[in-house]
């Protein structure tokens, strides 16, 4: 308490009450790193607290704390500007959270301790950005054997608290860390906030990965928005080669690869569209069987790998056309056999043309004519 009085010559004083005040708090201690819980609209900040308040330690102590948080430094870095705060009266607490902040802008923070007027001896903390918001309506939509190619809708390029200053995509096949410990992340960034596509590169075949697509803020922090999976291809069967043709059915063989099985299409269309027939086999197998077709028609054929999301990657075999039906009751003409030669009649069927061949061994492992 203050108190002002006026001396006269005998030095006497004529006493005038004034005013009653408080010093100042101790200053709080800084931490090394006082944001420990930043989020799109709040941030939360720790101190060093001071010592309860006996008597003894008053002067190093305070009545509480205040917390206060500026996007433009307090009018430091430019004109107005919203101030948000946070009190307690406790003294022993060590962190407060401010509310109601504007995602993805940077915030200049100090922390004061109250006296007993609740006047505040400023620290100033520092500056961190809240998070951007999160991507929406994210998607796996295109697989590769060794990548994959993820899309969310993209943030407007302002206002910069709707916005963000880039994005994020990351992909693990332990989900990562809660499938296992360790793994690999792979990831790929931008820096276009236009962009709503990344790819991931240098993944393994035929492999569940889980994908995340974050918003990165001025701090490129990520701010991660719902996740999804897939699996990569497997690598497509390896040189495939038509082993039996018949009338009615095709096999085709390849060598295995790594897959969860194999499919064979045939089709009259190049585009396989439509796909006629399809016939699948599980992994390790090396070949399959189309039948129903019809004969002596031209058909193009593919087999593919099948991965663990039974998606398919196709080899290409190319076109081949089914045997013709055999030509029936053939017979030699009566008085068809001479010297030199021998004719032989049929009953004809669709076919291109006959080819008729004479052998002097029943299986035609001798000379053919």
């Known amino acids: 308490t203050f108190r002002v009085s006026a001396v006269n010559r005998n030095n006497i004083p004529s006493l005038t009450p004034l005013a009653s005040t408080s010093t100042l708090a101790g200053a709080v201690t800084n931490l090394p790193d006082p944001f420990f819980a930043v989020f799109e609209t709040s941030a939360a900040v720790a101190w060093g607290s001071l010592p309860e308040s006996p008597p003894a330690l008053s002067s190093h102590s305070a009545e509480g704390y205040a917390l206060y948080a500026s996007s433009t430094n307090f009018g430091a870095a430019a004109g107005g500007g919203v101030i948000s705060s946070s009190l307690t009266a406790g003294v022993t607490q060590s962190t407060l959270t401010v509310t109601g ?106 492999t569940t990965y889980y994908f995340r697509a974050g918003t990165l803020d001025w701090s490129g922090r990520a701010t991660y928005g719902v996740g999804a999976a897939s699996a990569t291809l497997a690598a497509p069967p390896d040189a495939p080669a038509y082993a039996l043709i018949h009338v009615t059915s095709v096999t085709v063989s390849w060598t295995a690869v790594a897959s969860s099985g194999y499919e064979l299409q045939a089709s009259v269309n190049p585009t396989f569209t439509p796909v006629f027939f399809t016939s699948t086999t599980a992994a390790g197998a090396t070949s399959l069987r189309v039948a129903g077709l019809t004969a002596d028609t031209t058909y193009h054929f593919r087999v593919g790998s099948i991965n663990r999301h039974s998606i398919r990657n196709y080899a290409g075999v190319g076109s081949t056309s089914t045997l013709t039906v055999p030509p029936t009751t053939p017979s030699l003409t009566a008085g068809g056999v001479f010297f030199t030669s021998a004719t032989v009649q049929w009953a004809a069927v669709t076919s291109q043309g006959y080819l008729l061949e004479a052998s002097t061994a029943s299986n035609f492992s001798g000379d053919v004519w």
């Open 101 to 206: 902040l504007e995602r993805n802008t940077t915030y200049y923070f100090r922390v004061g301790a109250l006296n007993w007027n609740g006047a505040a001896n400023f620290t100033i903390t520092g500056a961190t950005s809240t998070r951007a918001q999160p991507p929406a309506g994210m998607q796996a939509f295109s697989m590769f054997e060794t990548s994959a190619a993820v899309n969310w809708i993209a943030l407007a390029a302002s206002p910069q608290a709707v916005s963000a200053e880039g994005y994020v995509l990351e992909a693990s096949s332990t989900a990562f860390g809660a499938l296992a410990p360790d793994g690999v992340t792979y990831s790929s960034r931008t820096t276009n906030i236009t962009l709503s596509t990344l790819t991931v590169s240098g993944l393994e075949t035929n």
